[in-house]
């Protein structure tokens, strides 16, 4: 291993044992670039230069984690995705009086309102409670804002409509200036709380978990691990939601599930 | 890897253009091919696999689209799935993510050539084909300076000479070719 390659493996456990963040299972590639960027940014020569300022400043350091861990999406992002979860999965959970949802990965909480807008259309939102979880504070507060850019509306709006939504969009939102507002009666039933799926472990029990593209940063060994989270936060016949990108494969819990809808990565707990 | 030669990968960038681009270089190639090639073609979100359907049809040399994960293998060509950026990880597998575009592209040329140039060095080759944008130069400067040779097509001949003009005035290209040139530099890898 290079020398490069040893500061940044250094830097990774020293975050972990000084501030808790365990980054050390994170797919190399993506974490290397981020680092990287930030150290472009901040004009930071060297690796061991970037430790040594994170270590002695705390807020240094808040600033590095915010960049380091913060993913970005879109309303209804993949909608055919939006659109099979609407068609095989909502009907199922109608059956249930009571409806609890954990999106974990949340990011900046456009899936989550697309989810809302779901469950509100179907007539389930009053009986449902959603539980929006994301490891970056940032992000975590943006999306309890539920304020987004004007200019992306019509990117989330084509979505939607190919997702199958066929109310008017703008009546889930109200716009100012360059800035949308979503309704507040979409998020009366959401609970936005920070969970490190890394570390932290499950809070309750949940008939769908969704979790899309956050997989991806995790090497097999965490993926593995995450899932078994998932697993054990189903209920029995509980759904499971993936990015399209996304398996089971390293999952030691695979037999445990069965494809609902295997091209839009949407399964159910079966045992 | 199995690879015998001086070089252990091929990673090629393609945007407005490439498909043709693309075919003339992958049609030459032998189910055999003792390299993997891998390639970032901006493309559309939408378009599932249809991209990879037009190659298999003109090539001899199998063609996938990524799997996260995935192990790079000789004798297969990847594609970078539509609406993710792909990356090389030091163990020789594939790993992609959802980061926001880079040069307004996601898959971005760059962040696979970045990220194939920390995990093989000297042993990458770097082509960078047609299009109108600059992505694809940073990484192809990456690759060049880990010590791996790089090429851009010739602009006179990319039917969208921007891109490959960007990566020569960025002083990232090693050789400027034609396609048949490429064709015939790389089967003599």
Not at chain 1, 114 to 124: D, R, T, V
Not at chain 1, 266 to 271: E, G, L, R, S
Not at chain 2, 139 to 144: Q, R
């Given at each position: ?19 808790g963040y ?17 150290m472009?940014?901040h004009?930071?020569?060297a ?6 300022m994170i ?17 970005v ?14 068609e095989?999965?909502?009907k ?18 456009e ?18 409670l959603?539980?929006a979880?994301?490891i970056?504070?940032k ?13 992306n509306?019509?990117?989330?709006t ?8 066929n ?9 100012k ?10 998020k009366?039933?959401?609970v936005?709380?920070p969970h490190?799926?890394?570390?932290d ?14 997989l ?6 965490l993926?593995?691990?995450v ?7 189903l ?5 499971f ?7 089971l ?6 037999q ?9 990565k ?6 | ?15 407005a253009g ?17 390299l993997p ?15 990879e ?60 050539f970045?990220s ?21 130069a ?33 002083g ?18």
């Open positions: 291993m290079d020398t490069e390659n040893i500061a940044f493996k250094e830097l990774l456990d020293s975050i972990r044992l000084v501030y365990d980054f050390t299972d994170y797919a190399e590639a993506s974490v290397k670039r981020r680092v990287n960027n930030f472009a940014n004009k930071i020569e690796i061991d230069q970037l430790a040594k270590l002695k400043d705390e807020k240094v350091f808040e600033e590095f984690i915010q960049e380091l861990s913060v993913t999406t879109e309303m209804f992002r993949d909608p055919p995705f939006y659109k099979s979860l609407r095989t999965v909502l199922r959970l109608a059956t249930y009086p009571f409806i609890k949802i954990w999106v974990a990965g949340c990011a900046t909480g899936e989550v309102y697309s989810i809302a807008i779901l469950f509100k259309e179907e007539g389930l939102l009053n009986r449902t959603i539980y979880t994301d970056n504070q992000s975590l507060q943006t999306a309890k804002e539920g304020m987004y850019p004007l200019e509306m019509k990117q989330h084509a979505n939607y409509q190919k997702a199958g939504g109310q008017p969009f703008s009546e889930y939102y109200t716009a200036y360059n800035t949308v507002m979503f309704d507040k009666s979409l009366q039933n959401i936005f709380a490190n799926l890394a570390v472990k499950s809070f309750n029990e949940f008939q769908l978990i969704i979790c899309r593209n956050v991806i940063y995790f090497n097999q060994k993926q593995n691990h899932i078994n989270l998932f697993y054990e936060s209920c029995p016949f509980g759904f939601g993936m990015g399209n990108k996304e398996s494969l390293f999952s030691d819990k695979q445990f599930f069965e494809d609902v809808d295997r091209k839009q949407i399964f159910m707990k079966t045992k | 890897m199995a690879a015998h030669g001086k070089y252990e990968a091929i990673v090629i960038g393609a945007s490439g498909l043709s681009a693309l075919t003339t270089i992958l049609g030459a190639l032998p189910a055999s091919f003792s090639v891998i390639i970032v073609q901006h493309r559309y979100r939408d378009q599932m696999n249809l991209l359907e037009i190659l298999q049809n003109k090539c001899k040399i199998q063609i996938r689209q990524v799997e996260e994960k995935e192990k790079v293998e000789a004798g297969i060509v990847y594609i970078a799935p539509p609406d993710y950026h792909l990356l090389i990880e030091s163990d020789n597998t594939f790993s992609l993510s959802s980061d926001p575009q880079v040069s307004f592209s996601r898959p971005s040329i760059d962040v696979l970045e194939a140039a920390a995990t093989y060095r000297k042993s990458l080759i770097g082509i960078v084909l047609t299009g109108a944008n600059k992505d694809g940073a990484g192809l400067l990456a690759i060049k300076k880990a010590g791996g040779l790089t090429i851009a097509q010739s602009p006179e001949e990319a039917e969208y000479p921007y891109m490959p003009q960007a990566a020569i005035d960025k990232a290209a090693t050789l400027v070719l034609t396609l048949k040139e490429i064709q015939t530099r790389i089967l003599n890898c």
